[in-house]
T-cell receptor, first 113, second 109 residues
Framework: NAGVTQTPKFQVLKTGQSMTLQCAQDMNHEYMSWYRQDPGMGLRLIHY???????DQGEVPNGYNVSRSTTEDFPLRLLSAAPSQTSVYFC????????????FGPGTRLTVL | SQKIEQNSEALNIQEGKTATLTCNYT??????LQWYRQDPGRGPVFLLLIRENEKEKRKERLKVTFDTTLKQSLFHITASQPADSATYLCARYTDKLIFGTGTRLQVFP
């Protein structure tokens, strides 16, 4: 199993550009989530999904959009990038939404100029 | 809002000693707490989970406690080694998983 994969590893955007961060898992996990990690702020939950077709907002959802059309994929869309969205983004998955451990991807480092 | 705080930003200890990291939460008790390890440039890796009705959980050199009266979890690494140097994150689950800011542990020889 590849586990949780994320692409790209690095990305530089200009203010106002849009892009999609890709996340996929091959463990048949129901629960998937997106976090951003900033110095001194820790990991903050952006959006999460408890199964295909179901998504919900986390702590910091503004400026981001998600969809979950399949169990495997959970892309994160930046609608109009802003410098405040410069961060490291992690995707995670777990068996379901309750007690289980989260498996994290390797992260995407995004810089918005 | 429900918060989770890891009071120490950094902790330096000598090899062989026990490292103790603290995680405090506000408001009502989470259903469980999780602890993760994160190395630079990598995603967090799960270490231990403790439920609110458990007082203590162990795994090899790791021990986690959960005190619902103090609203606190302690994470211990016994006989610490330089390879234990990393950032350790705690996370609380109520209806979603919320992480603390992490404690950077440095174990020196």
């Amino acid at each position: 199993n590849a586990g949780v994969t994320q692409t790209p590893k690095f990305q530089v955007l200009k203010t106002g550009q849009s892009m999609t961060l890709q996340c996929a898992q091959d463990m048949n996990h129901e629960y998937m989530s997106w976090y951003r990690q900033d110095p001194g702020m820790g990991l903050r939950l952006i959006h999460y999904s408890v199964g295909a077709g179901i998504t919900d907002q986390g702590e910091v959802p503004n400026g981001y959009n998600v969809s979950r059309s399949t169990t495997e994929d959970f892309p994160l869309r930046l609608l109009s990038a802003a410098p405040s969205q410069t961060s490291v983004y992690f995707c995670a998955s777990s068996l379901d939404y309750s007690y289980n451990e989260q498996f994290f991807g390797p992260g995407t480092r995004l810089t918005v100029l | 809002s429900q918060k989770i705080e890891q009071n120490s930003e950094a902790l330096n200890i000598q090899e062989g000693k026990t490292a103790t990291l603290t995680c405090n939460y506000t408001n009502y008790s989470p259903a469980y707490l999780q602890w993760y390890r994160q190395d630079p440039g990598r995603g967090p890796v799960f270490l231990l989970l403790i439920r609110e009705n458990e007082k203590e959980k162990r795994k090899e050199r790791l021990k986690v406690t959960f005190d619902t009266t103090l609203k606190q979890s302690l994470f211990h690494i016994t006989a610490s080694q330089p390879a234990d140097s990393a950032t350790y994150l705690c996370a609380r689950y109520t209806d979603k998983l919320i992480f603390g800011t992490g404690t950077r542990l440095q174990v020196f020889p």
